[in-house]
C-alpha cells in the first residue's frame, strides 16, 4: 500500500512538472516569436513618407468649412489619414488654443493670418503656410428690397445688419481695423456701423451665421468674405457688393503647424497637400477665394539647395534638423562659388532647369551678383572676416604686405572659382599689392599657391605647406590649436553671405520656411564665427516673389 502510495505521489509529481515544462517551452516559443516580429517590424517599418500619425485634429475658420472638408476627405482617401476638424471663429480658436496649450491640436486655420502670426508670436505655434486671399464684401439677398449699395447704405434706420464678432471672427476683426480709419462728420466708420447693429442688427461669432442671417430674412445686409457668397449654401441666394472702403489689402488665409502637435512631420504633409497648387489650392480656388501661387505637391518633396563652402560649418545641422521635421529631401552641393555658379550657367545654357538649385545661399554677394537674374531678391544672412593664417607660434607674417615678400609662401583661393579668391584680389586690390603678388606667383622658387575651395588653405598652413594663407576665419577656428591669425587692416576683408530662392523653383514656399529656419539660427552663425546678419526671424512675404 505504501508502495502504491508512493508511486502515485511520484506519478502526480511527475504530471505536475510535465505541465509546468511545458508551459514554461510554450512561453518562450511565444516570447522568441514576438521578438523575431518586433525585429521585423524595426527592419522594414514604414518609410518616411508613409510613417506619422493617421489621425491629426485640425481647428479651422468656419468660414472655410466647405473647401476644408473637401480636401481633407481627399487626404484621406489618398493616404488614409483622417482629418478630425473643429470650427469656430478664427479668434475664439485662438482663445481656445491659449486657454487649453497641452491639448493635442496639430493643425490651426485661420481667415486671417493675423491669427496665425499671433500664434506663431505666443509661442503655440512654429511656423505657417500662406493659402490665399479674400475681401470684405457686403451680402444681399439676389432681389436686394432695400436696395443697398454702399456701406453707407447699412446706416439707414430701416436696414437690419449682420455683423461678425471682431472678438471672435476675423470677418469682424478685419472691418473694424479697416472702419475705424475712416471718419465721417468726426465720427469713424466703425462706430457708426457698430451703433448701427447694436440697434437694430446683431453681432455673430462666425461669418456663416451672419450670411446664413441674410440668407432666411433676419438681416437685410452682412458684411461677409467675398468668398463666402461663392459657397454653394449661399451663391443660389445671395450677392455680392463692393465695398471701397474695406478693398485695401486682402486678408490672407493661412495654416499654421501647432507645437502642441505630437507629430509635426505628419501634420506639415497635410498643410503642403492643403496648400499646394495642384491639390488643396485648386479646391479653395472653386470656392471663391484667391490662392497664392503654392508649391506643387509632392509627396516627399526634394529641393535642390548649392551652397557656398564657407557656410558649411552653419547650416549643415540646420538642414539635417529641417528635413526631419518636415518629412523633406535637401540634396546640398557645397563647393566654391564660382564653381556653383558656372554649373548653373552650364545648366541654363542647356535650356533646361534640370538641375538647376532651388536656393542659392552664396559666400559673397560678389558671386549671386553673377546669376542674380535667375534668383529672387536676396536677403544678407551673415558677414565673415578674412584673415591670415600662420602655423602655431610662427612670427613670419604679421600683415598683409609680408605675403608678397620673397621667400613667404602662401596659399590663396583661386579668384575664378571660389569666392574667396575673389576677395582676396580684391583685398590685395585695394592695399596695392595685387601686381606684387602676381609678380611673386611667376617668380623662381617661390611659392603661391591657389585653391578651388575655402575649405582646402587651413590644411596647407596645419601641413606646413605654407608659411600663410588668407582664409575665413569660421575655417580657421576649429584650428586653433595648430594655428594662428592674423587679423587684417582693411575694409574690403568681409565677405556677406545672401539667400535666395530661384525664380523658376516649384517649392518657393518650402524653401521660404528653410530660409525662416535658418534666420532663426544666429547662435548657430554666431558659434561658427559668422557675425549674424538678422536680428529678429525674418519673415518673407508669401505672395510676393521675393524674400
Known amino acids: 500500500m505504501m508502495k502504491h502510495m508512493l508511486f502515485h505521489s511520484t506519478s502526480n509529481i511527475g504530471n505536475s512538472r510535465s ?58 482617401e489618398q493616404y488614409q489619414v483622417h482629418i478630425e476638424l473643429q470650427f469656430a471663429g478664427s479668434n475664439t480658436l485662438l482663445n481656445q488654443l491659449q486657454v487649453n496649450k497641452f491639448s493635442e491640436a496639430d493643425l490651426y486655420l485661420a481667415a486671417d493670418d493675423f491669427y496665425t502670426d499671433k500664434a506663431v508670436e505666443i509661442k503655440l505655434a512654429a511656423e505657417t503656410i500662406p493659402i490665399a486671399h479674400q475681401r470684405p464684401v457686403i451680402a444681399v439677398l439676389k432681389e436686394n428690397v432695400k436696395q443697398i449699395e454702399s456701406l453707407s447704405d447699412l446706416l439707414k434706420p430701416d436696414v437690419v445688419v449682420a455683423v461678425g464678432n471682431p472678438d471672435a471672427a476675423a470677418i469682424g476683426k478685419t472691418i473694424k481695423k479697416q472702419l475705424e480709419k475712416i471718419k465721417v462728420d468726426g465720427t469713424n466708420r466703425w462706430a457708426q456701423l457698430e451703433q448701427q447693429v447694436t440697434k437694430e442688427g446683431v453681432f455673430k461669432p462666425t461669418v456663416n451665421e451672419i450670411a446664413n442671417d441674410v440668407k432666411i430674412g433676419a438681416a437685410d445686409a452682412a458684411i461677409v468674405w467675398d468668398s463666402t457668397v461663392t459657397m454653394p449654401k449661399y451663391r443660389d441666394k445671395l450677392i455680392a457688393i463692393p465695398v471701397p472702403e474695406l478693398d485695401s489689402d486682402p486678408n490672407l488665409i493661412s495654416i499654421a503647424i501647432l507645437r502642441s502637435s505630437t507629430d509635426p512631420t505628419a501634420s506639415l504633409k497635410f498643410a503642403r ?22 508649391d506643387v505637391w509632392k509627396n516627399s518633396p526634394e529641393i535642390s539647395f548649392f551652397c557656398g563652402a564657407v557656410n558649411r560649418r552653419a547650416v549643415e545641422e540646420i538642414i539635417d534638423e529641417f528635413q526631419e521635421r518636415e518629412g523633406v529631401i535637401v540634396h546640398t552641393k557645397y563647393n ?15 535650356s533646361t532647369e534640370q538641375g538647376f538649385p532651388d536656393v542659392y545661399m552664396a559666400c559673397d554677394r560678389y558671386y549671386l551678383d553673377n546669376v542674380r537674374d535667375w534668383f529672387q531678391d536676396d536677403v544678407d544672412v551673415s558677414d565673415v572676416e578674412l584673415v591670415i593664417a600662420v602655423p602655431k607660434g610662427s612670427t613670419k607674417v604679421s600683415s598683409l604686405e609680408d605675403l608678397v615678400k620673397p621667400g613667404i609662401r602662401v596659399s590663396i583661393g583661386q579668384p575664378e572659382q571660389c569666392t574667396i579668391g575673389a576677395l582676396t584680389r580684391r583685398m590685395f586690390q585695394s592695399e596695392n599689392l595685387y601686381e606684387k603678388l602676381k609678380e611673386k606667383q611667376t617668380a623662381d622658387g617661390e611659392v603661391v599657391v591657389e585653391k578651388i575651395s575655402s575649405a582646402l588653405l587651413v590644411p596647407d598652413v596645419v601641413t606646413g605647406h605654407v608659411d600663410a594663407a588668407v582664409v575665413y576665419i569660421t575655417d580657421a577656428l576649429p584650428n586653433m590649436d595648430k594655428i594662428d591669425t592674423v587679423r587684417v587692416e582693411t575694409t574690403q576683408n568681409v565677405a556677406i553671405q545672401p539667400f535666395s530662392i530661384a525664380k523658376t523653383s516649384e517649392h518657393k514656399y518650402l524653401s521660404r520656411r528653410l530660409f525662416r529656419r535658418i534666420s532663426e539660427s544666429g547662435k548657430e552663425f554666431e558659434a561658427a564665427g559668422f557675425h549674424f546678419r538678422l536680428g529678429k526671424p525674418a519673415d518673407p512675404k508669401p505672395e510676393s516673389d521675393s524674400l
Open 19 to 76: 505541465g509546468r515544462i511545458n508551459t514554461l517551452w510554450v512561453f518562450l516559443a511565444g516570447a522568441c516569436t514576438l521578438v523575431v516580429v518586433l525585429v521585423l517590424m524595426l527592419r522594414t517599418g514604414p518609410s518616411r513618407s508613409d510613417s506619422g500619425k493617421k489621425h491629426l485634429v485640425m481647428y479651422c475658420a468656419a468660414g472655410l468649412r466647405i473647401p476644408v472638408e473637401e480636401i481633407a476627405t481627399a487626404y484621406e
Open 273 to 294: 497637400f492643403l496648400s499646394a497648387r495642384d491639390q488643396g489650392l485648386k479646391t479653395f480656388e472653386k470656392y471663391g477665394t484667391r490662392p497664392v501661387e503654392g
Open 336 to 350: 566654391g562659388c564660382g564653381v556653383l555658379t558656372s554649373e548653373m550657367k552650364t545648366i541654363k545654357n542647356q
